[in-house]
């Protein structure tokens, strides 16, 4: 059997990020990259908000705050070295009436401590200044929050994978099953042709997002004492007509109600000068990406709180994304899990489970902490 020294399960921002910073880092070895679709980013990767996020959202300590902040310099940093589109669009969140002032103000507090230092609270006089036709009281500006193409900054980790004769990508080849036999892990695939073949490996890194709870398993890891149980939330977008879309300047967030599992339906917009309302967030029990035409009430009825502007039939269905979420409906909210599991008695496997959002955002800052721990 043959025998590489890496293989990455996944090729969605993660796992080409990470795969892209070990081929960066280890010239002479050999990397090889797995994804039973036939394309980068089919999942998650592909159908999210592509929002650099500014990381005032969670919590002090969290990898989740850590990554975040360090990878959103990094990714700004890649975008500009690289001619990766993206723009600083700005972000406001805002309180719509008095009784929300505290709410952003707690954001902008939690934003400091993260470590996000151009926060600045701004009155409705200023808001009115910088967003003429929306609904607010105040707000807190990030200047540094903005937006990326997504798709072309996966282009480029998979052209820095392949460059090199150190890595290579096996789309339509899916993991089947890993064993560790104390030294080296087998891992069983399904190619193309649904023929099954195995290769050895000493580092298994496991960043294959909506199913990364099935890879530990394999290797006798109890998914739901670990906390690795993934749960679906799935996560719809409505897009605004272009005439509407056209009196938007910035990001657009109402500060997140407690109870919610994502932050609140808010407005985005994409390089291309698109708003979209969402997305939402509700648990499903199978992944499917059609977005449901019954939810139209739904976003208008958040968006005229604070887009008067926006009429019933400027609100059209668009897209949907799923979140690899770790939290059970009763669960409060969870951090990344991105683990060395040799203190499990499997050294050399690394898990990257519940990465969703800033999953983009912290790509590369994760990259590197995965690799990090390789030593080859
Ligand atoms: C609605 C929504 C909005 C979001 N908005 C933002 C945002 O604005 N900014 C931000 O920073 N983050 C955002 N995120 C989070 C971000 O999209 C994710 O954190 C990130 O895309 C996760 O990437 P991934 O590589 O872990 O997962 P994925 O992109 O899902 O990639 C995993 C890959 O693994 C493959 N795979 C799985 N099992 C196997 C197997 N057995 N064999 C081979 N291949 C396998 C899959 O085919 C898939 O391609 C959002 C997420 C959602 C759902």
């Given at each position: 059997m043959d025998k590489i020294d890496v293989i990455v399960i996944g090729a969605g921002v993660i796992g080409l990020a990470t795969a892209a910073e070990l081929c960066r880092k280890f010239p002479d070895a050999c990397i090889g990259v797995f994804d039973k679709e036939q394309q980068f980013g089919w999942h998650t990767s592909s159908r999210n908000s592509e929002v650099i996020h500014g990381g005032m959202y969670y919590p002090t300590g969290s990898l989740k705050a850590k990554l975040c902040v360090e990878g959103r310099q990094l990714l700004y940093e890649f975008c500009e070295q690289h001619q990766i589109p993206h723009q600083r669009i700005g972000k406001l969140i805002i309180a719509r009436e008095d009784s929300e002032i505290p709410a952003i103000e707690g954001i902008a507090r939690q934003g400091a401590i993260?470590?996000?230092?151009?926060?600045?609270?701004?009155?409705?006089?200023?808001?009115?200044?910088?967003?003429?036709?929306?609904?607010?009281?105040a707000a807190i500006h990030s200047p540094s929050t903005g937006i990326i193409d997504s798709h072309k900054l996966m282009a480029k980790f998979e052209a820095m994978i392949l460059s090199g004769d150190n890595g290579f990508i096996g789309y339509k080849h899916e993991i089947v099953g890993v064993e560790y036999t104390g030294s080296e892990y087998i891992v069983t695939y399904k190619g193309p042709d649904g023929q099954v073949d195995q290769l050895a490996c000493d580092w298994l890194i496991n960043a294959a997002g909506l199913w990364s709870d099935v890879v530990p398993g394999w290797l006798g890891l109890?998914?739901?004492?670990?906390?690795?149980?993934?749960?679906?939330?799935?996560?719809?977008?409505?897009?605004?007509?272009?005439?509407?879309?056209?009196?938007?300047?910035?990001?657009?967030?109402?500060?997140?109600?407690?109870?919610?599992?994502?932050?609140?339906?808010?407005?985005?917009?994409?390089?291309?000068?698109?708003?979209?309302?969402?997305?939402?967030?509700f648990y499903v029990d199978s992944v499917n990406y059609d977005v449901d035409p019954e939810h139209q009430q739904q976003f208008y009825d958040a968006a005229r709180l604070y887009l008067p502007f926006v009429e019933r039939d400027d609100v059209a269905p668009d897209m949907a994304g799923v979140r690899p979420k770790i939290q059970s409906p009763t669960d409060p909210q969870k951090d990344f899990v991105i683990r060395h599991e040799a203190a499990n008695g499997l050294p050399g496997f690394i898990n990257l489970v519940g990465i969703e959002s800033p999953g983009l955002t912290a790509a590369i800052a994760i990259g590197r902490m995965v690799a990090g721990w390789v030593e080859i």
């Open positions: 993260n470590g996000v230092d151009d926060l600045v609270m701004i009155d409705k006089a200023q808001v009115m200044k910088l967003e003429p036709h929306i609904k607010a009281v109890d998914a739901a004492k670990e906390g690795y149980k993934i749960y679906w939330v799935k996560g719809e977008y409505f897009s605004i007509s272009a005439s509407k879309s056209k009196l938007l300047n910035h990001l657009v967030y109402p500060p997140p109600l407690k109870a919610l599992v994502g932050i609140g339906i808010h407005v985005t917009k994409s390089l291309d000068g698109r708003a979209r309302l969402g997305p939402s967030a």
